[in-house]
């Protein structure tokens, strides 16, 4: 048999995928964990195993994985858990600050994005403070395996002490390293990193629900004026100048898929007129779409590009560029919108 526990990475998607790999051995004998999620190194990790069962941890994983666990119907445990474990645990693990951690959390989900769909998969809820020995058991029951009174301790007492007595937030400080550093930086948080990190819940957390994540938002914050000190672009920009480059990031992903961009600006003062190019480039390099207009002398509008996603591992940014000198003029970004119109899934 082949499972798979898949989330973007945290505490809680690492001890499901203990308890899962646990239960499974009871029942199966040996289980191999494989996390690869390269296909390439998949195939590697699959022709070296020693045992029929796997259980597949994946949290990035490419194309071709994503369209075989979806074609396959492998049965799949999804872990959500809130952007601000996420990218406090990513922080934790590699060292990024926050903002690489958002960025670094929006690829997992991205990719995870295909088999969120996935008829056999079961979304898990984890609540820290339920008993250990409960969760080991819904566990069970997604997985097919008859967990009981009778056999609850032979599978948890090898590897958790005191487990009758353990909630699943002490399992978690307990058995899953970087947890408590995880959770220490979550208390750490300022109001305005919580305020971004909730607008990623908004955004990216229904990607990952069952016919959900049609639209999302970017936080301005992520964005940022492209001069020196390099604020977010939550503030207006002064156009006076030479023609150049306004706007830049914020470098996060998207599911692959077709994609229309909505930006909308606030313009003020601009007697001389002006141009602006709006573009949507990546890290490989690539400009995906690009619109330019005139800008009028002021007042609200917005901008609209088409766009196709071909990997959810490259990085987007949202580019804006004044074409010409400006006298004088304010332009301010109020908000931009992603909605997804096709999925070549």
């Given at each position: 048999m082949i499972y798979a526990n898949i989330g973007?990475?945290?505490?809680?998607?690492?001890?499901?995928?203990?308890?899962?790999?646990?239960?499974?051995?009871?029942?199966?004998?040996?289980?191999?964990?494989?996390?690869?999620?390269?296909?390439?190194?998949?195939?590697?990790?699959?022709?070296?195993?020693?045992?029929?069962?796997?259980?597949?941890?994946?949290?990035?994983?490419?194309?071709?994985?994503?369209?075989?666990?979806?074609?396959?119907?492998?049965?799949?445990?999804?872990?959500?858990r809130p952007f601000s474990e996420l990218s406090c645990y990513a922080m934790q693990r590699s060292g990024l600050d926050l903002l690489a951690a958002v960025r670094h959390v929006t690829c997992e989900v991205s990719c995870l994005y295909p088999i969120a769909r996935n008829a056999n998969l079961a979304p898990l809820p984890v609540d820290d403070d339920e008993p250990l020995s409960q969760l080991t058991t819904r566990i069970g029951v997604f997985l097919g395996f008859p967990v009981s009174q009778v056999n609850i301790g032979d599978i948890l007492g090898k590897n958790f002490a005191d487990w009758r007595s353990m909630s699943v937030g002490n399992a978690l400080l307990v058995y899953v390293a970087g947890a408590q550093?995880?959770?220490?930086?979550?208390?750490?948080?300022?109001?305005?990193?919580?305020?971004?990190?909730?607008?990623?819940?908004?955004?990216?957390?229904?990607?990952?629900?069952?016919?959900?994540?049609?639209?999302?938002?970017?936080?301005?914050?992520?964005?940022?004026?492209?001069?020196?000190?390099?604020?977010?672009?939550?503030?207006?920009?002064?156009?006076?100048?030479?023609?150049?480059?306004?706007?830049?990031?914020?470098?996060?992903?998207?599911?692959?898929?077709?994609?229309?961009?909505?930006?909308?600006?606030?313009?003020?003062?601009?007697?001389?007129?002006?141009?602006?190019?709006?573009?949507?480039?990546?890290?490989?390099?690539?400009?995906?779409?690009?619109?330019?207009?005139?800008?009028?002398?002021?007042?609200?509008?917005?901008?609209?590009?088409?766009?196709?996603?071909?990997s959810s591992a490259d990085r987007l940014e949202l580019r804006t560029f004044v074409l010409s000198g400006a006298l004088e003029g304010r332009i301010e970004i109020l908000s931009v919108t992603l909605s997804r119109t096709e999925d070549p899934l």
């Open positions: 973007p990475a945290s505490p809680h998607s690492v001890l499901v995928g203990r308890l899962a790999k646990e239960i499974a051995e009871h029942f199966l004998g040996t289980v191999q964990e494989i996390s690869a999620n390269i296909s390439s190194e998949l195939r590697l990790e699959l022709e070296r195993r020693g045992s029929n069962n796997c259980l597949f941890s994946l949290s990035t994983p490419d194309r071709e994985i994503a369209q075989a666990i979806v074609r396959n119907g492998v049965p799949s445990i999804l872990v959500i550093e995880t959770f220490a930086l979550q208390s750490r948080l300022s109001r305005r990193d919580k305020a971004l990190l909730g607008e990623m819940d908004a955004s990216y957390l229904p990607l990952l629900a069952r016919g959900g994540g049609g639209r999302l938002s970017w936080p301005l914050d992520a964005m940022f004026i492209a001069e020196p000190p390099f604020n977010s672009i939550t503030a207006p920009i002064d156009m006076l100048g030479p023609a150049r480059i306004l706007t830049f990031g914020p470098y996060f992903h998207l599911p692959e898929g077709d994609w229309i961009a909505e930006i909308t600006f606030a313009l003020t003062e601009n007697y001389s007129g002006n141009s602006l190019m709006v573009d949507v480039y990546t890290s490989a390099d690539e400009i995906l779409a690009a619109s330019r207009g005139e800008l009028p002398q002021g007042g609200t509008f917005a901008t609209h590009l088409s766009f196709r996603v071909v």
